[in-house]
Structure formats: structure tokens, C-alpha cells
């Protein structure tokens, strides 16, 4: 099956700095790549995410990267706030079929923390 | 995006007992899933439920322990059956299919399940 791994664990970045966080996947057939934002007691809330007939995208101060050829993806935070601090999560899925199309998997996340 | 309630948002049960959690949609939704959270941990996929069917599980995760039902498209219950204390995480239930977006997966608030 598919295995996600995502790094760093934490990030601790002043505010208006970049964060970037990395993660692999490992089946080449996965095809979509969401972020989800999670704050301390709170459900996951997707940001972005990306499709494998797209190398980049972006929303804002978000931007998300695709390598299907590395089968690597990255999240871009651009000038961080306080209000960037929780934990993210990233994802991989097969889109659309029959037998286990969209059964995401996550990888460990990161603690982002923004600091004033 | 679709409105996502669970019942209950949190329990204290003692062990070896047991309980269902509901999931509950304000809209037709195509794929309905149930994830896991333990504390400080990624999210993991227990099973997919499927719409007047037997659920699908992952590996490592059985129907005699986590009974899954889905009557229709809007409702599913897990049920967390013989619990011991290493059950004590929590439990979402996601959804995808809804308009427009029909591929996004959104969460549910959760379930906190603290057994004793």
C-alpha cells in the first residue's frame, strides 16, 4: 500500500519568514495530494492540494509543489502569522475508480510554530 | 462544503464496554469514511463505509472490533466494540462527493473516546 513520510516533525519559523514542508510518497499511482491545517482540538481543514497533471499551485500566501517523477511534494508557507501555528498534514490518494479510490494517506505531520 | 456532525463529540467509557458513534451529513455524499486519531499521532483509515454493504477495512482494523453501518447516503454509525484503554483516540468520519468540489474529503468534528 501507499506510505507517506513528511518532514520536518516541527518548525519554528519568526513571523514573515517561509515554512516549507516536505513529503515522499511511495505508489506511483497515487494522482491527488491534499494539505489539511489542523489546529489543537480541532478537525482537519483542507488548505490546497494538488493533482498529478500539475506541477505547482497556488493560493495566496500558500503554494503547494509536485515532483511525480521524485514522487515528493512540498507545502510553501510565504510570510507566516501566528495564526499559520498548528499542525499539518499531508496526503495521498487515487482519484476517481472503483475499490479504494480516495482512501487518503497521511503522513506524521508538522508542528508549525510562527513566532512574533 | 457539506455540513459534518458526529455524535457524541466525546465519552468516557469504562472498559469492555462499548460505543457507536454517528455521522451525519446535510447532503448526499458519494464515499463516506472513518479514520482514527490517537493523541499526538497522524490520522490513520479504519474502514470505508459503504452504502448498503459491508464496510471495507484496513489492515489491521476488523469488523468484530469496529462494526461499521451506512443505511443511506447521508448517515453512518462506528461502533467501537470491547474497549480497552488502548482505544482511547479519536474518531472521524470524513466524506467525499460533495458539490461542488467531488473529490475533496472533509472531516467531521470528531469524537474524543477516553475509556477507562
Known amino acids: 500500500g501507499e506510505n507517506v513520510e513528511q518532514h520536518p516533525s516541527t518548525l519554528s519559523v519568526q513571523e514573515g519568514d517561509s515554512a ?5 510518497y511511495s505508489d506511483s499511482a497515487s494522482n491527488y495530494f491534499p494539505w489539511y491545517k489542523q489546529e489543537l482540538g480541532k478537525r482537519p481543514q483542507l488548505i490546497i492540494d494538488i493533482r498529478s497533471n500539475v506541477g505547482e499551485k497556488k493560493d495566496q500566501r500558500i503554494a503547494v509543489t509536485l515532483n511525480k517523477t521524485a514522487k515528493h511534494f512540498s507545502l510553501h508557507i510565504t510570510e507566516t502569522q501566528p495564526e499559520d501555528s498548528a499542525v499539518y498534514f499531508c496526503a495521498a490518494s487515487k482519484r476517481g475508480g472503483t475499490g479504494g479510490g480516495n482512501k487518503l494517506t497521511f503522513g506524521t505531520g508538522t508542528q508549525l510554530k510562527v513566532e512574533l | 462544503s457539506a455540513v459534518i456532525s458526529q455524535k457524541p463529540s466525546r465519552d ?4 469492555g464496554t462499548s460505543l457507536t458513534i454517528q455521522c451525519q451529513v446535510d447532503s448526499q455524499v458519494t464515499m463516506m469514511f472513518w479514520y482514527r486519531q490517537q493523541p499526538g499521532q497522524s ?3 479504519i474502514a470505508t463505509a459503504n452504502q448498503g454493504s459491508e464496510a471495507t477495512y484496513e489492515s489491521g482494523f476488523v469488523i468484530d472490533k469496529f462494526p461499521i453501518s451506512r443505511p443511506n447516503l447521508t448517515f453512518s454509525t462506528l461502533t467501537v466494540s470491547n474497549m480497552s484503554p488502548e482505544d482511547s483516540s479519536i474518531y472521524l468520519c470524513s466524506v467525499v462527493g460533495t458539490f461542488p468540489l467531488t473529490d475533496t474529503q472533509y472531516f467531521g468534528p470528531g469524537t474524543r473516546l477516553t475509556v477507562l
Open chain 2, 12 to 15: 468516557i467509557c469504562q472498559r
Open chain 1, 20 to 24: 516549507v514542508i516536505k513529503c515522499t
Open chain 2, 43 to 45: 490520522l490513520t483509515l
